[in-house]
C-alpha cells in the first residue's frame, strides 16, 4: 500500500502565501502527483497534478498555485499565492501509479481568513 502524507496546511491572512508539502512511499519516480481540495458542502476538485510530461493547472488556480516536484527528496510541494477566502478547504496529496490505482493521503486543512 502506497503511504501519502501531506504537510504545511494552517490558517493564513487573504493575500498571504502557504506552501503544502507531500510525499509519498514507495516508485516515487513513476507515480503522477496531484493536488485536490474540498471545501466544507461542495464537491472535492482536482487543482494541479505533475506527472512526466509536464503540470496541469485548473483554471480557478492557474496563476496564483505552482506545483513542483523534487524526486531525489520524494516531494511534491503546492505553492499558493495571493490566497483567498475561497481557498479554504482541506487539501489532499494523491500518488497515481502505472496502473492507473490513485493513493490518498489524510487531508491537510488550510483555513484562510482575517
Known amino acids: 500500500q502506497v503511504q501519502v502524507v501531506e504537510s504545511g496546511g494552517g490558517l493564513v491572512q487573504p493575500g498571504g502565501s502557504l506552501r503544502l508539502s507531500c510525499t509519498a512511499s514507495?516508485?516515487?519516480?513513476?507515480?503522477?502527483m496531484s493536488w485536490y481540495r474540498q471545501a466544507f458542502g461542495k464537491n472535492r476538485e482536482l487543482l494541479a497534478s505533475?506527472?512526466?510530461?509536464?503540470?496541469h493547472y485548473e483554471n480557478s488556480v492557474r496563476g496564483r498555485f505552482t506545483i513542483s516536484r523534487d524526486t531525489a527528496k520524494r516531494t511534491v510541494d503546492l505553492q499558493m499565492d495571493n490566497l483567498k477566502p475561497g481557498d479554504s478547504a482541506v487539501y489532499y496529496c494523491?500518488?497515481?501509479?502505472?496502473?492507473?490505482?490513485?493513493?490518498w493521503g489524510q487531508g491537510t486543512l488550510v483555513n484562510v481568513s482575517e
Open positions: 494523491t500518488a497515481r501509479d502505472d496502473g492507473g490505482a490513485e493513493y
Open positions: 514507495g516508485p516515487f519516480w513513476t507515480y503522477v
Open positions: 505533475i506527472g512526466h510530461v509536464g503540470e
